[in-house]
Each structure stands twice: as C-alpha cells, then as structure tokens.
C-alpha cells in the first residue's frame, strides 16, 4: 500500500508541551481506580490511576506539574487527566532504584514506577498479570504498516539501554526465551549486536511486522498460554530506569502522513499536547490527524496527543467526496488490491488516499479476498463469522488466541463489502475474555 | 416518501458513489465495493453477450430463412438484440421488484447481487422462451433461492441457475428438445443442440470442433461462443473478481471424466468435445465462480470445482433425460459446498491443534 508522506529523517524541534492528556482508554479494558484529585501536585512517576482488577498496576505521571482537570464522560468515566506541566522542569526523575535480583523484584519495581504497563500480553493485547508467567517474550524490532517510522531512527543512542532492558525484562519474564524480530535485508546491527536473544529475521509486506504475525511463526499461542511483548523503545525506558535510575517517559515518534505540511521525528513523552507540532493541521475538518498508523490508528478528537503505545501520528485528508457513477469510471486514479480499476495496469507510485469508505455496507460475500491478506494459519472469514455471532467455542477452535484486532487491519481495508473486521474480532475478544 | 426509502438510496448510490467516511478501524480502504465488482463481472459477460445476438439472428436466418451463409452481420446483430431486449427487461422488472420490496421490508441498502443475476438469467434461456415464464421464474429464484435465506449473501444457491432449473422442472417444454432453440421457428424447423443429438445417438450430425468452439450452433443466447467465454473468464480473474481455482478444477474434473467415459465407450463423444459442449464452460466461468455459493474456502474450492466438472459430465453422460448437466451439478455442490467447507475448517483446526502440542513437548 503506498501512501505519500513518509517521515523524513529530520528531527523536528518540540518545545517543551504545556498540557499532558493521560486517558485510561490507552490501555485496553482497564478499569481505572483514581489516585489522585484535581490541582494534587503530581513528579515524573506520581501514580495517577490504578487498575480496579489489580491495585499493583498503575500509570503513572510523565511529566512533574498539578493535576488541573479530570475529565469525565458519559456514566462519569473518566476521559482524561489534564496535567499542566511545569515547563522548567527536566522530562525525567533520578529515582535511586536498586538492580532487581529476581523476577518478584523486577516486576514489583516495574509496576511501582508505572513501566509495567509497557508489557503487554497476547492473547487480548492487555497489561500482563502481574502474577501470571509468560513462555515467551516478543520484541518486533520493525513496522511495516504504511508510512511506518524507521526503528534504527527511534532507537539511536538508545542501544545500552535496549540491551540493559531487556534484561531486566529476561528476568521479570523467570528467563522465557527472549525473540527478537527484525526486518531481513534491513540494517539490524544494533538488535543483532544483543545478547541471550534469539534474533528472527521476517520479509515480505505489512503484517509482517505485526507481533502477532511473528508470534505465529515462531510460538503460536494455545489456549491458557500467554506471550509477552514490547516495544522496543519501552524496552530501552526500562533499561535507562535500572541503569542510570532516570524515570523518563519520553518517545522518539514519527509525524507523518500525505496531509502534513512537515514531516519528521520528534521526542515527547505520553501525553504531551501535540497541537504546537501540527498547529496548521489541527482543527481542520478536511484533515484527519490520526494517532497510530492509517490502519490501526485512532483519530484525535478531544485530545490532541498519541496514544501509550502509538510511535507514530498521520495526518490524512478525510473523504467523502461523491463521484457520479463512481463505480462505472475506469479508475486511472483509484487505488485498489483487486484489479478491478485500470489504476494497477499503471502502477503508481503512491495514491491520493483518504478516509472513504469507497462503498456500501454489504453482507459477506467476496470469499477469497481475506486469504490473501491474511498470512496465518488460520481461515480468517471462519473466524471473522465465528466472532460476528460471539460462538466462543468455535472461535477457540479457530485460533482466536493467536489473533488480534490489528491482524484483521489488511482485511478491513481490502474487503468490498465493508466489513468492519477490526471491530467485529475486538468485540468478540472482549467477550471471550469476560468469559474466561 | 418514506416508503420509498430503499428505491431511493439505491439509485442514489447507483449514481452517486456514498458519501460515508470511515468512523472505526482502518483509516483508509479500498477502492472497490461490491458495485464495481459486479460492473466487472457484467462487462466480462459481454462477449459471450454480443455473440449471442448475434448467434440468435444467424441460427435464425439459417434455418428458418434458409439464407445460409448469405445474411450479413447486422440483421443478425439486430434480430438477436431485439429478441433479448424484452427478456432482460422482464428479468429486470420482476426480479428488482422483489428485491426492492425485501430491501424495503427490512430496512437494509439493495443489494447490487441482482445486476449479475439478472444480466444471466436471460442469457441461459433459449431466445423464445415465454416472457412470463422468465418472469414468474426470476420472481421465484430471487425469493426462494435469495430472499427467504435473508438476502444476497445469505444465499446458499445460485439464484440464477434456479431460475433456470425452476424453468426445467415446471415447463420442460420451453426449455428442451429440438424445438426450441432457433428463434421464430415452428413446429417444422428443429435443430438439436449438441448435448440433444449425442442424448439421442445422433453423433454422426454433430457439428465440428471448431464450430463448438466458435458457438456458430444451437444453444442459450450467452452459452455458445467458447471464445467469448475464455475472453470473459479472462477479465475475471485478471481483475481477481473470480477465483482462477474452481475454474480451472471444473475444467480439470469435467475433461477427466469425460475422457473416461469415452476411453470406456460409455459415450462416443471425445473429452475435449463434451467442455465444449452446452452450458459448460459458461457455467465453469460465471455460475460455478458464485463467491457467496460455492466453497469458501480455498482448498474447499479445489473439491467443489473438481465435484461439479465430475457431476456435469456423469449426468449428461449417464442421464438419458437430462442432455444438460452443468445446472444440476453446480446446484447440486451448491448444497454441499458448506458441508466441504466445514471438512476444510475441521482439518485446518486439528493441523494447528497438532501443531500446539508438538511446540509443547519440543519446549519441555
């Protein structure tokens, strides 16, 4: 899929953010339980919320300032914390933390100063349970989603750090197996150079970067088995905490997309108000600035900021224009998997996207296009109709534990009938996990 | 007004591509929708189309006229068009009516399935079949075969091949025999199809290869011209709207059955001869291709195409009441097509189950 608007390798400069926007949504189905009270003075690592089902796991504050406004939503669920922050300060903590010796201790520190939510657990893409033990750990170490940032970029100057976490990670994880999963072809010294890893190399187009994907090829999850993973930046916060004990949250994250003026690389941590770096963009209602990537990306609305896990903001133009006899065209312009406008007889070299949805919805009907799109083995439109009528146990069959909502992403945008995939296997995990 | 909500968002849309932008999931999508899908299969359909026209006509001055080869290309042209005008609108009409109504009923968009359905029906009906007939035929293929199942998509047979086998069973009269497939004849003038002759032992009159192939014989309006057919067959899997698979396993199992039989002298016509034949390779391209009611998955296509090529030709070959045995095959593995999609789903659940507990002692 081409898409205008890679990021350049420039670094764009990112003034200090006044406003930092921490949401419980970033974390999936986590309940919050409040920590603190509007206008608490809050540093670097001040627990904000915890999680009802499990008090030890927190989010913390990435930034020293005062909580200004809790923003509540229908059924008073809290939206976000706006915390005003205090420019002057630095964006991390010294915290004098000691080198864990187990795997209690490196989990119980972790959570203590909010990095454990940087794990997460397949199946269902949650914080892991602090208690539970995972038989592998899975650091993809590339993106090949469309306008994807390039890895050596975020991760420069960071390696001592990369390793030292994943150390710290080996251990919390009681020594599971250590997968590394990098781009074959691609300049991988700096993930090649580590230790006790096991290093994968993938090839081939987007999902090949999906941890899910790498989790198939390597150690498919059957039901009652939990895998870990991370990103790789995560991964070296956590070595920089254990190694020179600095509490930072910030992120090397990409800007890009064909809407944006500039693009680029910029630091912030979690968070930050974003709008002084798309001051042009935002606010525009033909433009949509998405955080995450154009397939799994959310759409900022409320809030102009990334999500905790998103490394990478795209700005696009929205859609909706009507065509007469669309449909009808030979479509020189059109960008589409299947071959059914002239566009793929002249291959471009990227295409005008937007937000169209470019149809209506339809029932299920083209049965091969999700095949080819789909490289697990696993029958995806079985799947996807065991998950539309929530049949649990055929689901379980099927191989839904291996599976997430950003698998189906490819399968979302290729399907002629509209199918809203992503959601469908959302909702159907969902109901699995209040299930089990 | 309101009533009218599904006749009016239909051709709306029909005019106009949707307005609607992505709210959930994926930010961008493709191009294409279930509407050029079906504009693609339609345009594939046309040369097999076009030759029917003019086939019609030709079949027409030829036997009935007695003009032999001394007609020119236009009267025939003209002839065959005037002929399917008034069925593809009568399909048209009485189907789209039905459809409307339920879209209406059930508050959901028209589904565009009908525009392939509808361009079919007429082209697998003999030129001077009764219009009402057609009608009363479309009208119960779209509700029986489509509607009652909860509408396209739903739908477990290929309604236009039902039309057809609705038309077979209650009036086989229009439908088979000598005497129905040259337009404007009478009781007089008969000309078999080829699948007729080999059904009554006349080998000896059937026409050559290469005129089966060309379609200068008896037969549907959309079923003769191979070389049509192949252009159509063509354009759809080049435009990956139907799956190459099933194609290509009719074929293979419908030539190896046939060769079979011939090689055991159960039917003196050559294996090449019988795909060539009738409504074969029409139905291998456009009516076994259905996405919705063939096989789903892609081994199960496998199975489903070889089955109906296999069928086709034991029906024909040992059926001396039905000459035509694609529709009943196609229809027939249309019902088993869930049942091999559900060995397919089993096989691939206990490959990957295998899979788990081989991982699981490797790693103790």
């Known amino acids: ?132 033990q995972p038989k592998a750990v899975f650091i993809p170490c590339f993106d090949s989603a469309p306008l994807a940032p390039d890895y050596n970029q975020l991760m ?27 781009r074959e072809g691609a300049d991988n010294s700096l993930f090649e150079r580590c230790e006790d890893v096991q290093l994968h190399y993938f090839q081939g187009p987007h999902p090949a970067g999906n941890v899910g994907t790498q989790i198939h090829y390597i150690d498919p999850i059957a039901k009652g088995e939990t895998v870990w993973f991370a990103d790789p930046q995560d991964v070296a916060l956590i070595g920089r905490f254990f190694a020179v004990h600095e509490l930072s949250f910030e992120k090397m994250i990409a800007l890009t997309g064909p809407a944006a003026t500039t693009t680029g690389y910029f630091t912030a941590s979690y968070g930050a108000d974003l709008t002084k770096l798309f001051k042009q963009e935002w606010g525009r209602e033909e433009l949509r600035v998405i955080s995450g990537n154009v397939l799994t990306g959310a759409k900022m609305e409320d809030f102009p900021t990334v999500r905790f896990y998103d490394r990478q903001v795209t700005i696009l133009r ?6 007469w006899l ?111 | 007004m309101r009533k009218f909500n599904a006749l009016f968002d239909a051709i ?5 591509t949707p307005a609607t932008v992505t709210a959930t999931g994926s930010h961008i999508r493709d191009c294409v929708d279930m509407k050029r899908i079906m504009i693609t299969v339609m345009i594939a359909l046309c040369p097999a189309l076009f030759f029917g026209w003019w086939n019609v006509g030709y079949q027409h001055f030829t036997v009935v006229d007695g003009m032999g080869c001394a007609i020119s290309f236009w009267p025939c042209f003209w002839y065959g068009f005037l002929k399917w005008l008034p069925l593809v609108i009568v399909t048209y009409v009485s189907g789209l009516a039905v459809e409307v109504l339920f879209a209406q009923w059930r508050g959901h968009e028209v589904a565009e399935g009908f525009f ?87 080998t000896e009159a059937l026409p050559s290869t290469w005129e089966l192939f060309v379609g200068t014989i008896p037969g549907c309006i959309g079923e003769t011209c191979k070389i049509a057919i192949l252009i159509g067959a063509f354009i759809l899997v080049f435009t990956q709207v139907a799956d190459w698979r099933i194609m290509l396993s009719v074929l293979v199992g419908g030539y190896a059955t046939a060769l079979l039989c011939h090689v055991s002298g159960l039917c003196p016509v050559p294996g090449y001869q019988q795909i060539l034949m009738g409504g074969f390779l029409f139905g291998a391209v456009f009516m076994a291709t259905d996405p919705v009611t063939a096989a789903h998955t892609r081994v199960g296509k496998y199975i489903f195409g070889l089955l ?42 206990r490959r990957r189950e295998k899979r788990y507990s081989q991982l699981k002692t490797t790693r103790r």
């Open chain 1, 156 to 182: 420069e100057g960071k390696e001592v750090f990369f390793q030292n976490g994943l150390k710290i990670i080996r251990m919390a994880a009681g020594n599971a197996p250590l997968h590394l999963c990098v």
């Open chain 2, 308 to 349: 109906v090529g296999i069928l086709a030709i034991i029906i024909r070959v040992l059926n001396k009441g039905y000459p035509e045995g694609m529709m009943l095959a196609i229809l027939l593995m249309n019902i088993f097509a869930p049942l091999i999609d559900y060995c397919v789903v089993q096989a691939n659940i």
């Open chain 1, 1 to 132: 899929m081409k898409l205008d608007g890679l990021a350049e390798l420039q670094t764009l400069e990112f003034p200090a953010a006044p406003f930092y926007y921490i949401r419980p949504s970033d974390f999936r189905w986590l309940t919050p339980r409040l920590l603190v009270a509007e206008n608490d003075p809050v540093e670097v690592g001040t627990p904000l919320f915890a999680d009802k089902q499990d008090d030890r796991v927190v989010v913390v504050s990435p930034v020293r300032g005062c909580v200004r406004q809790i923003v509540r939503g229908a059924k008073r669920a809290i939206l976000a914390l706006v915390i005003e922050s205090e420019t002057s300060a630095a964006p991390f903590r010294i915290v004098d933390v000691p080198m864990p010796s187990n795997s209690q201790d490196a989990r119980t520190l972790m959570m203590q100063y909010g990095l454990w939510p940087m794990l997460r657990q397949r199946p269902f893409s949650v914080i892991p349970n602090p208690d539970a």
């Open chain 2, 12 to 16: 709306d849309s029909f005019l106009r």
């Open chain 2, 116 to 202: 392939v359905t509808g361009f079919i029906i007429p082209m697998i009906m003999p030129p001077d079949v009764p219009l009402w007939i057609v009608a009363v035929a479309t009208a119960f293929a779209v509700l029986f075969g489509k509607e009652v199942f909860g509408g396209t998509g739903y739908n477990f047979l290929n309604p236009a091949l039902l039309a057809r086998a609705f038309v077979f069973f209650a009036y086989p009269s229009v439908i088979s025999g000598d005497k129905v497939w040259i337009s404007g004849g009478n009781d007089a003038v008969t000309a078999a199809t080829p699948l007729g002759m080999v059904m009554n032992g006349h």
């Open chain 1, 326 to 436: 669309g449909w009808l065209l030979p479509g020189f312009r059109k960008w589409s998997f299947s071959h059914t406008f002239l566009a793929w007889l002249f291959p471009r070299k990227s295409f005008a996207h937007n937000t169209s949805l470019h149809g209506g919805r339809r029932t299920f009907m083209m049965t091969d296009v999700y095949d080819k799109v789909f490289p697990f083995d696993i029958i995806p439109l079985s799947l996807l109709k065991a998950c539309y009528i929530k049949d649990l146990e055929q689901m379980e069959a099927l191989g839904i534990y291996e599976v997430d909502d950003e698998d189906f992403a490819l399968c979302e945008v290729v399907c002629p009938s509209k199918m809203e995939c992503q959601q469908i296997v959302r909702d159907a995990l969902y109901e699995l996990k209040m299930n089990s």
């Open chain 1, 318 to 323: 929205e859609g909706g224009q009507r065509e």
